[in-house]
Every structure is written in structure tokens, then in C-alpha cells.
């Protein structure tokens, strides 16, 4: 059976400091295991879980920020697929701001650093090609 996995690209925008999109920075998390990989909160599917709660609760758990900590975006909606030890892995991302750009990341257990990055810092940290194309496919998204 495959293995199902969603979570957020959480941005803030920073106070007008620089013009769009240099105001724009993305919230990746450090894995506390392995070889310490760094990613958006996200998490696997819970059975009878849709999609979207998972991605809620996956970023709550991760990272501290609630529903009603973050406005989701419309119109963006990644899948990426690879494998993972030999078994097929799909991970949805959704794109979503942070109300409040100062408001503090908590993490989790799972993690044991964070760090909000520019779009070439956050394509570096992410290593992975297809989340790095997912990460600029949502500065795209949000290019005026």
C-alpha cells in the first residue's frame, strides 16, 4: 500500500522591508532523525482523515500553528511522488500564510531546528528537486 502523507508551505510576509516577492519567506522544519532533512510541516494520512485535516493537524503537531493561525491559499495544491525505502510515497501540499508574521514556531518532538528562508535559502535547505519545485511553483503562485 502506498504511503499518503500532506501538509502546508507556510509563508509569512515580512512588514514591508523589500518589495514582493523578497518580502515572502517559508517556514521548513529540521528532522530531530535521519540524516536531519529539512521540510515543510506535514505528516501521514490517519485512517478515515481527509486530506486537508491532515495537513491541519500535521502542522499544528510539527510546528505549533493552528487553523486559525494560517489563511489558506487558493488555487495551489502540490503532489509530489517518490519512493521511500522501496515503497511509493505521495505527499499533497497546500500553500498557506501566516496571519501573524511574528507569531512563534513550536516544535514538535519530530524536530529540531526551524528556520524561515527566502526562496533560494529554502530551495538549498530542501536538497530535493520536486520540493524545491514546489516551493517555487508557490512563489509563482504568489507573484503579483
Request: some cysteine; aromatic content about 8%; charged content about 30%.
Amino acid at each position: 500500500m502506498a504511503l499518503r502523507a500532506c501538509g502546508f508551505i507556510v509563508f509569512r510576509r515580512l512588514a514591508q522591508s523589500s518589495p514582493p516577492p523578497d518580502n515572502i519567506e517559508y517556514l521548513l522544519l529540521q528532522t530531530s532523525y535521519g540524516k536531519h532533512h529539512w521540510t515543510p510541516p506535514k505528516g501521514h494520512v490517519d485512517p478515515g482523515e481527509d486530506d486537508l485535516t491532515t495537513a491541519l493537524r500535521e502542522t499544528q503537531e510539527e510546528a505549533g500553528l493552528r487553523e486559525e493561525h494560517l489563511q489558506v491559499v487558493d488555487g495551489f495544491l502540490q503532489e509530489l511522488r517518490y519512493e521511500v525505502r522501496g515503497r511509493p510515497k505521495t505527499v499533497l501540499y497546500w500553500l498557506a500564510e501566516l496571519r501573524d508574521p511574528k507569531m512563534a514556531v513550536t516544535l514538535s518532538k519530530e524536530h529540531q531546528d526551524y528556520r524561515w528562508a527566502k526562496l533560494e535559502e529554502a530551495c538549498s535547505l530542501a536538497q530535493h528537486k520536486d520540493l524545491q519545485d514546489t516551493l517555487r511553483a508557490a512563489q509563482q503562485h504568489l507573484d503579483p
